[in-house]
């Protein structure tokens, strides 16, 4: 028999909060067992497939995927603004299902400092919004990673990241059959920018 733990060691595995994981159940993400008492548990077999993203089984139920074209698109999600907003209003009119992969603190350094908000608060905003069908964690900073596993039809890509990631995102996403979308980036809508102006009226 499979190892079930409950919804709190399960949230705590994720690095999310109790909620969202009760979110993801109502999408089909993950099927909770009930036993006695009526008290949710989960198998921890699903749980690391969730972590390693190397499945996500949102097309298990309902045939959520099928015949549907599916958007992949990724942000840090450190202060959200418009410019997220924008960007991902924009990925979302490009298909039906919009994915949207959350960097982890660890693949945010990869490029730049720390974030102030926690993953697990960054993963619940980006969820939260409207256009999002669903968000996920992504383990490092290039997407490619998370393509390759969810085998969008489309990749969305913002001019801000470097032509050498862009480039390997086209090569990576052309390799299953997809397609690249590149958007403008908004300067003006920048965490960073936000973070640089707070800091500056402490002074």
Known sequence: MKELITIKKAAKLLGISKDTLRNWDKKGTLKPIRTKGNHRRYN????EKIIKIKEVNIDKNDNLLKD???VYAYICGDILHKGHLLHLTNASFLGDILI???LTDDAIKEKKPPPIFSFEERL???QALKVVDMAIPQHTYAP???VLYLKPNI????TSHSEDLINESKKCIESIGGKIV???YYPYQSSTNIK???KGEKK
């Open 144 to 146: 490619h990673e998370n």
């Open 124 to 126: 619940e905003l980006v």
């Open 68 to 70: 549907k074209i599916v």
């Open 182 to 184: 590149i958007f403008s």
């Open 44 to 47: 921890i077999e699903d749980i």
């Open 100 to 102: 949207v992969g959350v």
């Open 155 to 158: 990749l969305m890509e913002s």
């Open 196 to 198: 640089n102006k707070i």
